[in-house]
C-alpha cells in the first residue's frame, strides 16, 4: 500500500540554524500539506500546496517558513531560523482526487 | 472564527465493549467531517468521514452520526479490541478552492482495559 515517508525522523537543532523537513508523497498525488503538533496538543495546519505553489498557508507559516517541490517526488518544509518555540512534530500529508488526506509518520523537531 | 473541540480528554473503556467519542463544532458552514486516530509516535490515520449531507455513516466496527442542528459529531467503535486504544481526533475540512485544510479537534485519548 503506497504511504507517505518522512526524513529523519528526529532533527535535533540549535536555535537560530536552519532545518529542511522532507517529505516524500503518495506519487499520483496533487495536493500536498504541512501539520505541525505540539507535545500533548492538536494537529494545526501550516500550508496546503497545489499546482507548484501555496494555495493557503496559517498565520504559524511566517516568513520563517518556506515550502518547495524540487522534483517529482519531494516536498520540503525548511525553517529559516528555528527558535524554541518551533519544537514539534511535522507531519506531512498528500491527497488524491478524493478528499482523504494521507498522513505521513512525521518529524521529531527538537531546538535547543 | 472556526474550531473543533472535543467534549472529553480521555476515555477508558472494557476490552468487548462499545466507546463514544464526541466532538462539537463551531461553524456551521462546514460540510465534511473526519476523524483521525493516533497512536503513539504515528502520524493521524483516517478513520471514516461524512458529509454534511448526511446524519450517519457506518464502516467496519466503527460508526460517525453527524447532528446539524447541535453542531455535534461522534464515533462511535463496536466492540473494542486492545488495538483500538489511541488518540481519537475529529477533523474539519476547510479552505478553499479544494485545497481543504484540515482543522483538528483536541483530541481524545481512549484505552481499551483488558
Known amino acids: 500500500e503506497p504511504e507517505v515517508t518522512q526524513t529523519p525522523s528526529h532533527q535535533v537543532t540549535q536555535m537560530g540554524q536552519e532545518v529542511i523537513l522532507r517529505c516524500v508523497p503518495i506519487?499520483?498525488?496533487?495536493?500536498f500539506y504541512w501539520y505541525r503538533q505540539i507535545l500533548g496538543q492538536k494537529v494545526e495546519f501550516l500550508v496546503s500546496?497545489?499546482?507548484?505553489?501555496?494555495?493557503?498557508k496559517s498565520e504559524i507559516f511566517d516568513d520563517q517558513f518556506s515550502v518547495e517541490r524540487p522534483d517529482g517526488s519531494n516536498f520540503t518544509l525548511k525553517i529559516r531560523s528555528t527558535k524554541l518555540e518551533d519544537s514539534a512534530m511535522y507531519f506531512c500529508a498528500s491527497r488524491g482526487a478524493g478528499n482523504e488526506q494521507f498522513f505521513g509518520p512525521g518529524t521529531r523537531l527538537t531546538v535547543l | 472564527g472556526e474550531s473543533v473541540g472535543l467534549h472529553l480528554p480521555t476515555l477508558s473503556v472494557q476490552e468487548g465493549d462499545n466507546s463514544i467519542i464526541n466532538c462539537a463544532y463551531s461553524?456551521?458552514?462546514?460540510?465534511?467531517f473526519i476523524w483521525y486516530k493516533q497512536e503513539s509516535g504515528k502520524g493521524p490515520q483516517f478513520i471514516i468521514d461524512i458529509r454534511s449531507n448526511m446524519d450517519k455513516r457506518q464502516g467496519q466496527r466503527v460508526t460517525v452520526l453527524l447532528n446539524k442542528t447541535v453542531k455535534h459529531l461522534s464515533l462511535q467503535i463496536a466492540a473494542t479490541q486492545p488495538g483500538d486504544s489511541a488518540v481519537y481526533f475529529c477533523?474539519?475540512?476547510?479552505?478553499?478552492?479544494?485545497?481543504?485544510?484540515?482543522?483538528f479537534g483536541q483530541g481524545t485519548r481512549l484505552t481499551i482495559n483488558p
Open positions: 461553524n456551521s458552514a462546514s460540510d465534511y
Open positions: 506519487s499520483n498525488h496533487l495536493y
Open positions: 477533523a474539519e475540512n476547510g479552505g478553499f478552492l479544494g485545497a481543504q485544510k484540515l482543522v
Open positions: 500546496f497545489y499546482n507548484n505553489e501555496i494555495s493557503e
